[in-house]
């Protein structure tokens, strides 16, 4: 135990007198640890303080027993510490890149979704897309000096008397009505002549009155007619325009007339007054749409006369002659 303590101890002799040794061929150099181990380790004011005549002291100086080294299970575990830490890290950084991704592909959805509900929108209720359409509305160009356009056919519903070949049976049909009090007009179409009695507002209605002339023993028929424009023929926007303000004031009163002529309360006086306005309003000085429009102003005011049968019996006299001028007008 002696011996042991022993080499892990340095005797260190102060004042001892150094002869100089003479170094060999032979000799080593000291070794700069043993060297570094061997400088003494007193403090320098302690050094100073020694006299210069005190004898030879002699000390040991302890070495501190080596502590073991890390051996290789402890570095090994404290590699594959940090091997973990960075794996550990890179992984942070992929949950990191995968939430952003995340993140920015939901809102680019939110935001394509709400462009295509902006763009696929059908409902233009909105104060811009109002103003936008009244803005073409108002931007739609006015027709060309000698412009003209088409007229569409005029379909109407006639309760009918009989059909001939030849005009002079037709007319003689055409008396014998009248001599019962009845209105009735020849109208030809297609090489035939027609004894029309009655113009109705639709074919349901034509022959339920075709029916109240059966009723009084009056062998009569049902039948639709289209009155179109000769071929090629057009008129220009104005005349179309009156046109169209006439068609309308004779389907209104055929309307009402059916209704008198059927005992249906229906009241259509403000329509009907509203018809005339507006057509009085197209025509001006047109002199060939006032003539066409005449028989039409006369049956209004008869219509608002009354709501009895007479009533639409005379209303129809004049709507009678109407269908007359128009087919000549439009020929």
């Known amino acids: 135990m002696d011996k042991l303590e022993r080499r892990n101890t340095i005797t260190i002799t102060l004042n001892e007198d150094i002869k100089p040794k003479k170094q060999g061929k032979s000799a080593k150099a000291p070794d700069r640890q043993e060297a570094a181990e061997q400088k003494p380790v007193q403090p320098v004011e302690e050094m100073q303080e020694t006299p210069a005549d ?6 040991d100086w302890k070495l501190p027993a080596e502590e073991p080294a890390l051996n290789k299970q402890q570095n090994s575990i404290f590699s594959e510490n940090v091997k973990q830490k960075k794996v550990f890290r890179k992984g942070r950084g992929i949950q990191h890149l995968f939430v952003i991704v995340t993140i920015a592909v939901l809102i680019g959805s939110g935001f394509t979704y709400i462009a295509l509900k902006t763009i696929t929108s059908k409902d233009p209720s909105s104060k811009e897309a109002s103003a936008l359409l009244e803005n073409q509305a108002e931007t739609v160009p006015a027709p060309a000096a000698g412009e003209t356009v088409a007229v569409s056919p005029l379909k109407i519903s006639m309760v009918q008397g009989g059909v001939f070949s030849n005009k002079e049976a037709a007319e003689k049909g055409k008396q014998l009505f009248h ?18 009695l009655f113009a109705g507002d639709n074919l349901a209605r034509t022959k339920r009155i075709a029916q109240e002339y059966r009723n009084k023993g009056i062998d009569s028929y049902w039948k639709e007619f289209s009155l179109e424009t000769a071929k090629g023929r057009k008129v220009t926007p104005a005349e179309a325009k ?5 068609r309308t004031l004779y389907r209104e009163l055929a309307t009402s007339s059916s209704a008198h002529m059927l005992a249906a309360k229906e009241n259509h006086d403000a329509s009907i007054q509203h018809a005339v306005k507006q057509l009085k309003q197209a025509t001006g000085d047109d002199k060939g ?7 039409l102003l ?30 000549d007008y439009i020929k």
Not at 242 to 246: G, R, Y
Not at 289 to 295: E, F, S, T, Y
């Open 179 to 196: 001599s019962k009090g009845m209105p009735a007009i020849v109208f030809v179409q297609q090489e035939k002549y027609y004894v029309l």
């Open 298 to 327: 006369k049956a209004a005011e008869v219509n608002g006369s009354g709501e009895s049968v007479k009533t639409a019996l005379e209303t129809q006299e004049q709507l009678l002659n109407f269908l007359l001028a128009y087919q």
């Open 289 to 295: 749409i006032q003539k066409v429009a005449g028989p």
């Open 54 to 59: 005190a004898g030879e002291i002699e000390f």
């Open 242 to 246: 009156e046109l169209e303000a006439v």
